[in-house]
């Protein structure tokens, strides 16, 4: 959310999330917004004190989730690493990842994926076992792209698996991914589907092609914003 990474505003020191991402948040009417769900990198340099603004300014009328990203947290570490103590800290939210909630006619699962091969975690793939029915829509929110198939639009070099691979893991089990490691220079929304995953890829590139996802009444949307 804190923009192109190929803009000097968004990469400087003290920036905090997007222009233009705070002028769609500034305009949101709590009455009908409930929940802001971020997929990672807020802040191209985070600080306590942005964590605390972010809370100041918008968890007093939304409940704020946040799947960070490496940006966030700087890294893999989850030991003696400060960035990781800061988000803990006063990003205000559960840190024990993946949770879940259930929210607009989804069971939305937030996770971490800076944890080296988050998707094949036991805990995630129970959560979403245990909460499957025919008629449920699982929503998976993290930051990294979690499959080889899409990897020009994800920064991490770390190995993942193919599209067919990673479909196989979750077999049977129909689900939507949220990715939001995205690069700056590709289009700000990218989506692959087979019979069970859904996966898209969202990010803020500061254009005119801007759209982020809207969930209600079990559907997705994607709206422009300016």
Not at 72 to 82: A, L, P, Q, V, Y
């Amino acid at each position: 959310a804190y923009g192109s990474p190929y803009k000097e505003s968004s990469r400087n020191n003290s920036a905090f999330l997007s222009k233009k991402v705070i002028n769609f948040l500034d305009k949101l009417d709590p009455n009908k917004v409930d929940k802001l769900i971020f997929s990672g990198d807020l802040f191209s340099h985070p600080t306590a004190k942005k964590w605390i603004e972010l809370n100041s300014r918008y968890g007093k009328s939304f409940s704020i989730h946040i799947s960070p990203g490496n940006h966030d947290i700087r890294g893999r570490t989850r030991e003696n690493n400060k960035y990781r103590d800061i988000f803990n800290k006063y990003s205000n939210q559960q840190v024990n990842f993946p949770y879940y909630f259930s929210a607009s006619g989804f069971t939305i699962i937030i996770d971490d994926s800076n944890v080296k091969n988050s998707v094949y975690d036991e805990k995630l793939l129970n959560i979403v076992r245990n909460n499957y029915t025919a008629d449920s829509r699982i929503l998976l929110i993290r930051h990294h792209v979690p499959i080889k198939d899409l990897a020009n639009y994800k920064n991490s070099k770390s190995k993942i698996p193919s599209f067919d691979e990673f479909s196989n893991l979750y077999r049977g089990l129909k689900m939507t991914i949220i990715a939001g490691d995205y690069v700056g220079h590709l289009n700000s929304l990218a989506c692959k589907s087979n019979n069970d995953i859904d996966l898209i890829i969202n990010g803020i590139r500061e254009d005119k092609t801007d759209r982020i996802i809207v969930l209600s009444n079990a559907k997705l949307f994607q709206i422009k914003i300016w």
